[in-house]
Every structure is written in C-alpha cells, then in structure tokens.
C-alpha cells in the first residue's frame, strides 16, 4: 500500500505553494459520506501548511442517515446556491468526483489545485492527481494521507477522533459494509480503527428510514421492469431534498431475486437522476451508460461509475422534447436494449464450429 502512502509529501509540497491563501474543496453531485469525510480530512492537510480551505457542497444532503453523519460529527461545511460566494480564492479542489468542473460560475478561472478520486481515472488538469480505482471510496486514500498526517503534529483528540469516524463511515458506505472492499479499504480501516468512535457510527447507522424513501420506493415499485438479469424502475418526480432516496432505492431492489444490475430514475428539479447498482464485478457501470445513454439518446450524458454502482444525469428538456412520459420510456428502452446488446450470444461464430 505504499503506493497510496507514500504521496502525503508531494499532496502538502503542492498545498504549501498557497500558504497563507484561502481556497476551497468543492464535493460535488450529492454530498455523501465518501465526499464530505473526504474533504474535511483534505482540509486539515491544507490547514498543516497554513492554508485556510472551506467544504463546499452545491447539493442538499438528503438522506436522514447523511443529515445525522453530517451533524453529530459536526463536519464544517457550508451549501452553495446560485454563485460563489465573494472571496479572494486562490485555487480550489475536488474529491469524490470523475467530473471535475463545478456547477456555478466563477468570477475568475480558478485553478484546480487538487483532485482526489476513486473512479477511472479521466484528465481534469489539477496540480495534484490522484485517482486510483483500487481504493473502495476516496476515504481510503484520504485515511492514509491523513494517518501520515497525525505522524508530524498533535491534533485534538475529539477532532481526531471526529475526522477518523467520518471516514471510516465513508469507507463504509462506499464498500457496502465492507462486502466490496478491498485491501486498499481494509488497510485503511485499520488505520483508522484506534480513533474511531464505534458509539457514533452506531448511531448513524441506525438513523430510521425516512419517509421520503418509502415514497420513492412505493413509487419505483409500481414501474419495475426486470429482463434478462436487469431491472430499471421510475422513480417519478422526487424533490431537490429527498433525490438521495433514488439511491436508497436502487439499494433496497438491488437484492431482489432475479435482479443482477438494478437502475432506478427520477425526475429531480427538471433532471433525470439516475442510480445503477450490480453483482457483476466484470460490468463497467461508466462504459454501460455512457455506451446506452449518450449513444442512443444522441448527447453526451453525465455518467459516472466504479465497481458494482454507478449513475447519470440528463436534462428533460434534451430528452424527448421535454415530455416526462416519452422521456423515462425512451431511457428505459436505451438501458434494455443496451442490456440486451451487451449479453447478446455470438450465433454468428458458434455457426463457423464444427460440432465435436
């Protein structure tokens, strides 16, 4: 693992060259656990070499166990709407997140400073890269950048112990409980073991179902359609605060029997958002909707994946013509035949062998 290690002092050298500056870490799509733990950790690096770094996120956290993470362990950061706020950034940063580009203007082009992910690697320009898909969730890579970092300087003990739970939640939620996790993520788990609150994790985890959730999921239940291994379902309209409940959704129909990728939708503020999650470790979740989506809908669509999950986002109005119904029919008929053309048996070849 040293390969993940071994990278805290070039990721401090490149955050000291804005000593005494002030920039921020964006989380971007929907604030998560990997996202937000990831940053605040990215925070503390910076602050050890006189940075002043703030955690914007550009969504609302929705889930009611992500509202419960976000403020038991008290993790500073601040929702932006509309544009960014008025300050003398110098650079900014991303985590958790294949799309670096931000989702509101800015006064001046920043430069991207840092940019840590767990996805497929894509060019984004930072000063700092680090994108490995090795790692479970970017908590991973943050745990040792962040174990590295207790090694040079005493920190407060709540605030460690505060940082190394969020984390580890993060590690967490991104493996599945650690079904999905690999050596990379059990390594960093135990780093983090020896600060971590297990009295505050239990109390995240067992935050109530919300609602919200029982709504979208009554909804997907009464559209789902399973062929061939793969089941989509429509969440309908689902508002700007419950959109995590998409998520939550395709979670609870992903151990459906007879279900091998599940991919649940809705129309959230005039988009589509979309949540894929699979058992197939040798399906590509990015190549599979972006090869369905994009393609046969005629316009690059925002897909993101990594293994056994992944997700998308179009606009309606780039969907037919803007009209719901004719819309969620023609993504789902893109992800089925994209589905059917991936499982396709090759007849043609199986003709050209001679029978034994």
């Not at 996805?119 to 991973?140: D, F, K, L, R």
């Not at 300087?153 to 996790?181: Q, W």
């Amino acid at each position: 693992m040293e390969v993940l290690s071994s990278r805290t002092e070039e990721l401090l050298a490149v955050l000291g060259r804005h000593a005494g500056k002030r920039m921020f870490v964006a989380v971007l799509g929907s604030p998560d656990p990997d996202g937000l733990a990831s940053a605040w950790a990215l925070k503390l690096l910076a602050r050890h070499v006189g940075v002043s770094m703030d955690i914007f996120t550009f969504e609302v956290v929705s889930r009611p166990d992500n509202m419960v993470f976000a403020q038991l362990l008290g993790i500073p950061f601040r929702q932006i709407t509309g544009r960014l706020p008025r300050i003398a950034f110098s650079a900014c940063a991303v985590v958790d997140r294949q799309n670096a580009r931000l989702p509101v203007p800015q006064p001046k082009r920043l430069p991207l400073l840092v940019h840590i992910d767990h996805h497929a690697p894509v060019p984004t320009g930072a000063v700092y890269s680090q994108q490995n898909p090795a790692a479970g969730s970017t908590c991973t890579l943050m745990a040792f950048h962040f174990a590295n970092l207790l090694q040079m300087a005493p920190f407060d003990p709540n605030e460690t112990c505060r940082v190394a739970t969020a984390l580890m939640y993060g590690i967490r939620t991104d493996t599945m409980d650690f079904v999905t996790a690999r050596a990379a993520d059990h390594q960093a788990a135990a780093l983090l073991a020896p600060y971590a609150s297990a009295e505050m994790t239990r109390t995240i985890v067992q935050t109530p179902l919300g609602k919200t959730f029982l709504e979208t999921l009554t909804t997907a239940l009464r559209t789902v359609q399973t062929k061939n291994g793969l089941t989509v379902a429509y969440a309908g309209k689902v508002g700007r605060r419950a959109r995590d409940t998409i998520g939550e959704t395709a979670d609870f129909l992903s151990r459906a029997e007879g279900t091998n990728t599940i991919i649940v939708f809705g129309l959230v503020n005039g988009r589509f958002n979309g949540s894929l999650r699979a058992q197939d470790p040798t399906l590509d979740p990015y190549a599979f909707l972006d090869g369905a989506l994009s393609t046969r809908l005629g316009f690059p669509v925002d897909c993101g994946g990594r293994t056994f999950s992944g997700g998308f986002s179009a606009a309606l109005s780039d969907v037919a013509g803007g009209n719901e119904e004719a819309a969620r029919t023609q993504i789902t008929d893109a992800l089925m035949t994209a589905w059917a053309a991936r499982r396709l048996p090759k007849r043609a070849s199986a003709r050209r062998t001679p029978k034994a």
